[in-house]
């Protein structure tokens, strides 16, 4: 039986691909499966080859039905939807092609569930990988250094992810099936509440952490980072290169930043199913101010606060702008922070000069709690 399938949606050639997921047939885990799917057009032949040369019947390659390709930004929620009916395991999680995702997730899943058996969730520590090629001068990996395993409350989550309580520059809650894992039968329960599709909106991450949160028996979430999400973080799983979505009388674009996309994505959510809400609205702006903050030089800064500045403007008027005050803390003369802080470990992201997902995920892996040793701990 199946436990846990791994789903690559592909919208673009991959060079690190292949490495990665040779990487994550190492795992002598039987009950995984990696199910990667050709939503780009014209991939289908090196995907297949990739198949062929790992010769290993855990993986197996999808190729995208014509209504499936990817080709606008709106489109990628049907891509995820393609991959569903094909994975044969009883939990799923979503990585992109670039990314990577520890197999022995599946050894997480069987411990929780013996604890936990009505969970229907898992989220875990986040860990982010910038590419050599992409990084704007010294880039700083920050880890949660934690081993605890939590069980929030639902309505702990609502408010995360609704009302922005302790949000960065977006949501703080990441109960969804993009780098996370949800339970099969969940997938179906969601399917059959919203539109009989699985995934939908510009920003299918984000749609399936709204519906995971409101379906889900029990979520739980460990500290520990399982996965790997790479490149300066796209806004919640959509590619940022096409498409837009705008509400007259929430004008913001998902160009401008996590902030601003996270919000639309939860917006288009709300007005879809008719969810109202009142008091996120401090919050948001405030995680907006935490975005431009984020910013890596003074003219990224800079140009992230006017555009800001200018959509708050828009929607609230300048009380919305009296709650908007980022500043850039970033000194370029002074060296950056590395060490443990708040449960968090921050180190030169160019350590052990990696290249890839699965090279960075091998380093951290080697400076964490042991995966093996969780099912001991949690006895």
């Known amino acids: 039986m199946t436990l846990l399938t791994i789903c690559i949606p592909v919208t673009a050639p991959a060079d690190t691909l292949m490495g990665n997921v040779r990487e994550m047939l190492t795992s002598e885990r039987e009950d995984v499966e990696v199910l990667i799917g050709d939503f ?24 995208a039905a014509p209504e499936a390709r990817i080709s606008a ?18 939990w799923i999680s979503i990585i992109g092609a670039q990314d990577y995702l520890d197999p022995e997730l599946g050894a997480v899943i069987a411990a929780m569930v013996r604890r936990v058996p009505d969970a229907d969730a898992l989220s875990w520590g986040r860990a982010r990988y910038v590419p050599p090629t992409l990084r704007q001068g010294q880039e700083i990996a920050i880890i949660p250094t ?3 395993m939590l069980l929030p409350e639902q309505k702990d989550m609502m408010r995360a992810q609704f009302y922005w309580e302790t949000a960065g520059d977006r949501p703080d809650c990441h109960f969804s099936a993009w780098h996370g894992a949800v339970r099969r039968d969940l997938l179906e ?9 699985y995934f939908e909106q510009p920003s299918p991450a984000i749609d399936s952490a709204c519906k995971t949160i409101m379906l889900a028996r029990r979520m739980v979430h460990w500290e520990r980072p399982l996965s790997v999400q790479t490149g300066p973080l796209a806004p919640c799983g959509t590619r940022d290169d096409q498409g837009d979505q705008r509400f007259a009388d929430f004008p913001f674009s998902a160009r401008t930043g996590p902030a601003a996309a996270a919000a ?3 917006e288009a959510f709300k007005r879809r199913y008719g969810i109202e809400l009142e008091g996120w609205e401090d919050n948001f702006l405030k995680a907006c101010a935490r975005d431009c903050e984020t910013a890596a030089t003074g003219e990224t800064f800079h140009a992230k606060k006017t555009a800001y500045a200018h959509e708050i403007m828009a929607w609230r008027g300048k009380r919305g702008l009296a709650a908007f005050r980022p500043e850039f803390r970033r000194k370029p003369k002074i ?24 090279d960075f995920y091998r380093l951290i892996d080697a400076m964490l709690f042991p995966v093996r040793l969780l099912d001991d701990k949690l006895a």
């Open 146 to 148: 934690g081993s605890r």
């Open 335 to 358: 060296q950056r922070f590395k060490g443990v802080m708040e449960d968090h470990l921050h180190f030169d992201m160019e350590m052990d000069s990696t290249r890839t997902a699965a």
């Open 40 to 63: 780009a057009g014209g991939t289908q032949t090196a995907l297949q080859d990739l198949a062929d040369a790992v010769q290993d019947p855990r993986v197996r390659v999808i190729p």
């Open 73 to 90: 930004d709106w489109e990628i929620s049907a891509g995820w939807n393609a991959l569903i009916p094909e994975a044969r395991g009883a």
């Open 264 to 266: 639309l994505a939860i």
């Open 189 to 197: 329960r969601t399917r059959e509440a919203f539109s009989d599709v």
